[in-house]
Structures are given as structure tokens and as C-alpha cells.
């Protein structure tokens, strides 16, 4: 942001947010305002790693869902406890079985380029193929068997390594930089309603990955009792401790109540500290040469590749960059929840609200996509019990009935309603977003 016009208009709008933070906080409780503001900024990085994709490079990316997911995927995979015997029954089958994968990738490709055209390299290629195939499934298979026979109720499933869940955040981060390297090599061509759907097709596989594949991370079983990220305690770890009491009775605080907050007000400080970490270095990247070219790249493809920028690369760095934030915020979520239900992943939430929040906030500007995820965010809380409020009002005249019951019954579909007047509010008012970006 440059310009004091707009720096006033930035603290105004987030002084504004930061008032409907505090009112939530006295009006109702300030657990459910910690909770929202928590979420919010966990929402920001995901913004975030979007408008790195679409503010800087101008890339429609509509797989967010799958880069989040193989994120938390990392916090189980890190930090989650070690399945007794899974790696002797079948986990280092497993990775032979991958090994021979993409050994036998390695060798199509190699085959497909040194043979010369003609029938004889595709009987190669489709050899090479359905043989790698076979033995792959023949070492997969009996693995995956193995680990999921060990206690299915509790395990079945190759466990974690038991390491503490600020490791699986760079991990998360590492994990969906690489598959957003295979999907930007195979995608990035496209052009860009067909890179949306190819992206959004490749989330919906991962998400399918997670729920059928019972080694990995149970499936809809679910996984749960992973490892809070240090330095946050346990609820009852302060309840049991005489200073956080003494000082709950000095201050007349309930201390059940008072150790949800503290542990929400740690939560908030470290994602709060995560975000603005992330926003300095998008900051100073943006006003580099680099974020220049960018930004060049995404005005116009045809005149940054006369003056010799090599676009498809370009585009491929700022994705894999992007999609790494994204991962980033599904690591964190996940290690905050304590759990992975691959149930929860759906577009809605983790697809369709973080590019809403990045439009109201403006693409391009860092700090409006901070802006439009806490705002949105708490807008998608809290509309379900305002509509409530005002629905119960509306049909306190009525006489008892199917009308009656209807309006009352239908407050909770007023999110969808409120987030569709909000995106066509501000594409009408303000199509660059409240805070554009240059």
C-alpha cells in the first residue's frame, strides 16, 4: 500500500473488524470471539497462498482444497503416533512399491523420447506401463493388506513418527510444494478456465485419496489425539496448575473458562506471528524486481514474453510458492483441531470462502486478503445466529403453521444468502476488492 489515503483507509477497515471482534467478545462470549479470530487468521494464510496464485500471476486456481488437505495430511504423517508393527508388516513395501512407481515413469518418458516415432515406441511405452503396473500392485497391494489388518478399530494405518507439530508445518508446506510441481508441470499450459477445472478435478482426487485409502490416514475413520503445536498446554494441564489458579481467583475468573481463553490467546499470538512473517516477505517480494515481472507477467503474457520472460516457468514458481502457503495453513489447522476428517474437506469452505475473501479484500494487496479472510470469516459465523435472531422475529406475528416453521427452520442457509450479496456487493461497488492491489 502506498499513499496515506490509502493506509488511513486500510486502518479504518481493519479497526472496523477489530471492533466486531470485541462486540462478539462482550455481547457473547470471548471463547466463541477467540475461536473466530483463530480461524480467521489460520484463513488469512490460506488468502494468502491464493493471492500469491491469482494477485501476482493472475493463475485460477480452483484445487485450494487439495494443497489444504495434503497439508494437514502432513501433521498426521509427521506427528502422528507410530502404528505398532506397521512398517514391519507392509510400510517398507510400500515404499518399494512407490519406488518401483516412478521408476516406472522414469523409464516411459525415457523410452518416449529416445525411440524414434512409430509403432515400436508405443508398443515400448505401453509395455514398459502395464508391466510397472503389474508388479506395482503386486508389492502395493499385499502391503497395504498387511497394515490395514493391525487392530482396524484403533490403527490400520501406517502411522506417524511421533515428532512435534511444528515439524509438520514446514513439512505441510514442503509436502504441497511437491504436488503442486507435478500439477503445474501437466497444467500450467492450459489455459486458464482450463487450468481451473484440471485443478479442481486433482483436489477432488486427493480428497478421495484420503477417504478410501485406509493405510494413509484411516479414511472417514478419522484420526484423532494429534500432538498441540509447542508452547501451547492442555486445558487441564492449567486447571491443575496453583499459579494459573491463584490467578484466576485474583482476578474472579471461572478457571475452566479461563484456560479455554489462555490457550486460544496463545493460538491467536502464534498465528498471528505466522501471518504477519508471511506478509512481510510477500510484502518485500511484491516490491522486488521479481514481484515487477510478476506482476508484468500477469498484465500482459505476450509482451513480458517479447521482452524474453520466460512465462510457463514463472508461472510455475509463483504456483508452487502459492500452493506451499496453502499447505502451510492446512498443517496448522490440523495440528489446532487435533485431528483429520477428510469428511470436512469440502469446496465450500476450503475452496470457494478463501477466493471470496481474497476478492472482497483485493487481489494483489496482502493486506487485503488478511482483511477479507477475517471479515468473511467472521461473517460466515455469525450470520447463522443473526438470521436466526431476525427470522425469530420476523415470524413472532404469525400464527402457528408450515410457514411459520419454514422461516424459522431456514436462518441457517442465511450464510450462503449473505455470502452471495456480499461477492455481488463488491464486484458491483468495489470489482478491484476494498484494498486493490497496484
Given at each position: 500500500?502506498?499513499?496515506?489515503?490509502?493506509?488511513?483507509?486500510?486502518?479504518?477497515?481493519?479497526?472496523?473488524?477489530?471492533?466486531?471482534?470485541?462486540?462478539?467478545?462482550?455481547?457473547?462470549?470471548?471463547?466463541?470471539?477467540?475461536?473466530?479470530?483463530?480461524?480467521?487468521?489460520?484463513?488469512?494464510?490460506?488468502?494468502?497462498?491464493?493471492?500469491?496464485?491469482?494477485?501476482?500471476?493472475?493463475?485460477?486456481?480452483?484445487?485450494?482444497?487439495?494443497?489444504?488437505?495434503?497439508?494437514?495430511?502432513?501433521?498426521?504423517?509427521?506427528?502422528?503416533?507410530?502404528?505398532?508393527?506397521?512398517?514391519?508388516?507392509?510400510?517398507?513395501?510400500?515404499?518399494?512399491?512407490?519406488?518401483?512407481?516412478?521408476?516406472?515413469?522414469?523409464?516411459?518418458?525415457?523410452?518416449?523420447?529416445?525411440?524414434?516415432?512409430?509403432?515400436?515406441?508405443?508398443?515400448?511405452?505401453?509395455?514398459?506401463?502395464?508391466?510397472?503396473?503389474?508388479?506395482?500392485?503386486?508389492?502395493?497391494?499385499?502391503?497395504?493388506?498387511?497394515?490395514?489388518?493391525?487392530?482396524?478399530?484403533?490403527?490400520?494405518?501406517?502411522?506417524?513418527?511421533?515428532?512435534?507439530?511444528?515439524?509438520?508445518?514446514?513439512?505441510?508446506?514442503?509436502?504441497?510444494?511437491?504436488?503442486?510441481?507435478?500439477?503445474?508441470?501437466?497444467?500450467?499450459?492450459?489455459?486458464?478456465?482450463?487450468?481451473?477445472?484440471?485443478?479442481?478435478?486433482?483436489?477432488?482426487?486427493?480428497?478421495?485419496?484420503?477417504?478410501?485409502?485406509?493405510?494413509?490416514?484411516?479414511?472417514?475413520?478419522?484420526?484423532?489425539?494429534?500432538?498441540?503445536?509447542?508452547?501451547?498446554?492442555?486445558?487441564?494441564?492449567?486447571?491443575?496448575?496453583?499459579?494459573?489458579?491463584?490467578?484466576?481467583?485474583?482476578?474472579?475468573?471461572?478457571?475452566?473458562?479461563?484456560?479455554?481463553?489462555?490457550?486460544?490467546?496463545?493460538?491467536?499470538?502464534?498465528?498471528?506471528?505466522?501471518?504477519?512473517?508471511?506478509?512481510?516477505?510477500?510484502?518485500?517480494?511484491?516490491?522486488?524486481?521479481?514481484?515487477?515481472?510478476m506482476r508484468a507477467i500477469r498484465d500482459n503474457e505476450v509482451s513480458a514474453e517479447a521482452m524474453g520472460k520466460d512465462v510457463k516457468r514463472r508461472h510455475l514458481q509463483v504456483f508452487i510458492l502459492g500452493?506451499?502457503?496453502?499447505?502451510?495453513?492446512?498443517?496448522?489447522?490440523?495440528?489446532?483441531?487435533?485431528?483429520?476428517?477428510?469428511?470436512?474437506?469440502?469446496?465450500?469452505?476450503?475452496?470457494?470462502?478463501?477466493?471470496?475473501?481474497?476478492?472482497?479484500?483485493?487481489?494483489?494487496?496482502?493486506?487485503?486478503?488478511?482483511?477479507?479472510?477475517?471479515?468473511?470469516?467472521?461473517?460466515?459465523?455469525?450470520?447463522?445466529?443473526i438470521g436466526s435472531m431476525m427470522m425469530g422475529a420476523i415470524a413472532a406475528p404469525l400464527s402457528d403453521g408450515w410457514l411459520k416453521t419454514h422461516l424459522i427452520d431456514s436462518a441457517a442457509q442465511m450464510?450462503?444468502?449473505?455470502?452471495?450479496?456480499?461477492?455481488?456487493?463488491?464486484?458491483?461497488?468495489?470489482?478491484?476488492?476494498?484494498?486493490?492491489?497496484?
Open positions: 500500500m502506498t499513499g496515506i489515503g490509502e493506509t488511513k483507509r486500510a486502518a479504518l477497515l481493519f479497526g472496523g473488524v477489530a471492533v466486531l471482534f470485541v462486540l462478539t467478545g462482550l455481547l457473547q462470549s470471548w471463547n466463541l470471539a477467540l475461536d473466530i479470530l483463530n480461524i480467521g487468521l489460520l484463513s488469512a494464510i490460506m488468502a494468502l497462498g491464493v493471492n500469491i496464485q491469482w494477485g501476482y500471476a493472475g493463475l485460477l486456481n480452483t484445487g485450494v482444497m487439495g494443497f489444504i488437505a495434503l497439508g494437514g495430511l502432513s501433521v498426521v504423517l509427521v506427528s502422528g503416533q507410530p502404528t505398532p508393527g506397521a512398517w514391519a508388516a507392509g510400510g517398507w513395501g510400500i515404499v518399494f512399491a512407490f519406488v518401483v512407481a516412478a521408476a516406472t515413469l522414469a523409464a516411459a518418458i525415457f523410452s518416449w523420447r529416445k525411440l524414434p516415432k512409430g509403432r515400436m515406441r508405443t508398443v515400448v511405452l505401453l509395455a514398459i506401463l502395464i508391466a510397472g503396473f503389474v508388479i506395482y500392485r503386486a508389492i502395493f497391494d499385499p502391503a497395504v493388506t498387511a497394515i490395514e489388518s493391525i487392530d482396524p478399530a484403533k490403527y490400520g494405518n501406517i502411522g506417524g513418527f511421533g515428532l512435534p507439530s511444528l515439524v509438520a508445518w514446514p513439512v505441510g508446506a514442503v509436502l504441497a510444494a511437491l504436488a503442486a510441481w507435478g500439477v503445474g508441470k501437466i497444467a500450467l499450459g492450459l489455459r486458464s478456465d482450463y487450468l481451473a477445472i484440471a485443478t479442481m478435478g486433482i483436489a477432488e482426487i486427493v480428497i478421495a485419496v484420503l477417504k478410501n485409502e485406509d493405510w494413509l490416514a484411516r479414511g472417514v475413520k478419522n484420526i484423532i489425539g494429534l500432538p498441540r503445536p509447542w508452547p501451547v498446554p492442555q486445558e487441564v494441564q492449567l486447571q491443575a496448575n496453583p499459579a494459573f489458579l491463584d490467578l484466576m481467583q485474583s482476578i474472579g475468573a471461572n478457571p475452566v473458562t479461563g484456560s479455554t481463553i489462555t490457550v486460544k490467546l496463545i493460538y491467536a499470538v502464534m498465528f498471528g506471528l505466522v501471518v504477519v512473517g508471511l506478509i512481510w516477505l510477500c510484502e518485500r517480494a511484491l516490491n522486488s524486481p521479481w514481484g515487477r515481472m500452493s506451499a502457503v496453502l499447505g502451510l495453513g492446512g498443517a496448522i489447522m490440523v495440528s489446532m483441531q487435533g485431528q483429520l476428517t477428510p469428511a470436512s474437506y469440502i469446496p465450500l469452505r476450503y475452496t470457494f470462502l478463501i477466493w471470496v475473501m481474497v476478492i472482497f479484500g483485493g487481489s494483489g494487496n496482502n493486506w487485503g486478503s488478511v482483511l477479507g479472510a477475517l471479515f468473511i470469516w467472521w461473517l460466515w459465523v455469525m450470520v447463522e445466529p450464510r450462503y444468502l449473505a455470502m452471495g450479496v456480499i461477492l455481488l456487493l463488491v464486484l458491483r461497488f468495489a470489482p478491484r476488492g476494498l484494498l486493490p492491489g497496484k
